[in-house]
């Protein structure tokens, strides 16, 4: 098997290329999978080899034959325009990793005011300290980022769409106006992954992944990915190495595994939640739904132009009700369990509340919110459950 890109076969759509990306049997002694390498030390032939760096491979940190399988499956993923891919041991380290790639000293970036919290902390605590300032931006801005570009303005950074509030970002028209005055561009696309949307064809410089969530697909690995083009290869790379940044090849492995699956998975959750999504937009207690997939959601128009799918996370608004009966709903449900991440096969339900995060934009749902990550249990269940928390609800009022 040569699942090299450089012959004249049809290009492959995404559902093949995660099966295929970066697969190389024939140097595994014709085994599916690459073997974990445990490594640290790479041994060389001679001294003469060793003061040249004459090796495949130099050092455990600068990645294993494991190592290699996943980047270059992501990069097959993600398409031509991308020159390389960089594995982080976290999504958060792989958003820090890539706008510590990006920034100067005195620069200033442009950061949507949906972006995932601890994106914003490592804004204001990290970058604060090395000199480099945020200007937060209302996600729906488009083309009017423009307005909010400096002088020393060098990167714009989007998460679209907004992992808990859901604004749609209108990619290509904020790359144009980030590119028009020299800034790269990146995005959180956790959500979509490059499966339902492909961020260099948009514009987008830096792609960054929470591997954690669809790609490792299980709720058993910590992983980040970055993709980058060729305009900002070259210094991420750069970066994550003198950071001296890498990822154990059991996770590597994990991430690996996952993504062979992902694009059945995204296609369960995609339907899925569409169908719950639906089920929730009819129900009495419910005064909006926040899934871009969702005709009714204010992002569809802008979904169905640059999206191939959706994933299973998506929020709701209830309409005014005591926080406390919230609390039953959510306490009452079995399938639906209570915490952080999402992306896993299981189902996850948690409350959540964007006002003392936002800055440029203020959050006034009307209603407590509820964020659910629809896992790939049977979703007549999961609709059996959520019923089951509306009558919690109704008690506890
Ligand atoms: C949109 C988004 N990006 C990044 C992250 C961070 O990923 P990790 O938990 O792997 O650090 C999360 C985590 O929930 C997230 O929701």
Redesign the pocket.
């Known amino acids: 098997m040569n699942d090299s890109n450089n012959d004249d076969r049809p290009p492959r759509r995404p559902g093949t290329r995660v099966v295929t990306g970066g697969r190389d049997p024939a140097s595994f002694h014709g085994f599916v999978n690459p073997p974990v390498y445990h490594a640290s030390t790479v041994l060389y032939r001679s001294a003469a080899d060793y003061v040249a760096h004459r090796s495949r491979y130099q050092y455990g940190r600068r990645g294993t034959p494991t190592t290699e399988a996943l980047e270059l499956a992501l990069q097959e993923l993600e398409g031509p325009q991308c020159a390389g891919v960089a594995l982080l041991p976290?999504?958060?380290?792989a958003?820090s990793a890539a706008l510590l790639s990006v920034v100067h000293a005195g620069d200033h970036v442009l950061v949507t005011d949906s972006a995932?919290g601890?994106?914003r902390t490592f804004c204001d605590q990290i970058l604060t300290r090395l000199g480099v300032t945020t200007t937060y931006y209302d996600p729906l801005a488009g083309a009017a980022v423009a307005a909010l570009m400096q002088e020393n303005t060098r990167a714009v950074y989007l998460?679209s769409p907004g992992?808990l509030s859901f604004e749609m970002q209108d990619v290509a028209a904020i790359a144009g106006a980030a590119h028009a005055r020299g800034a790269l561009v990146l995005m959180?696309n956790?959500?979509a992954s490059p499966i339902y949307f492909r961020p260099f064809d948009h514009g987008v410089d830096l792609a960054?992944q929470?591997?954690?969530?669809y790609i490792g697909g299980h709720s058993d690995v910590?992983?980040?990915t970055v993709s980058a083009n060729q305009a900002a290869w070259e210094r991420l790379r750069d970066t994550v190495h003198t950071l001296g940044l890498c990822v154990g090849t059991d996770d590597i492995y994990l991430g690996l595994r996952g993504l062979r699956t992902m694009g059945v998975r995204l296609a369960q959750h995609h339907q899925a939640g569409l169908k719950v999504a639906r089920w929730l937009a009819e129900r009495p207690e419910i005064a909006r739904v926040l899934y871009p997939a969702l005709q009714s959601c204010p992002g569809h128009a802008i979904w169905r132009r640059d999206f191939s799918g959706a994933s299973g996370l998506f929020s709701f608004v209830f309409k005014p009700v005591a926080q406390s009966a919230v609390n039953a709903f959510l306490n009452e449900l079995s399938l639906f369990g209570i915490g952080?991440?999402?992306g896993g096969f299981e189902s996850l339900a948690i409350p959540f509340d964007c006002t003392s995060i936002r800055t440029a934009t203020k959050w006034a749902p009307g209603g407590p919110t509820v964020r659910l990550h629809i896992g790939l249990e049977d979703v007549d269940d999961l609709i059996g459950d959520l019923e089951r928390g509306f009558a919690a609800l109704a008690a506890a009022r």
């Open positions: 976290s999504g958060l380290a958003i995932y601890p994106t998460e992992s959180d956790t959500w960054i929470a591997g954690t969530k910590m992983l980040g952080p991440s999402w």
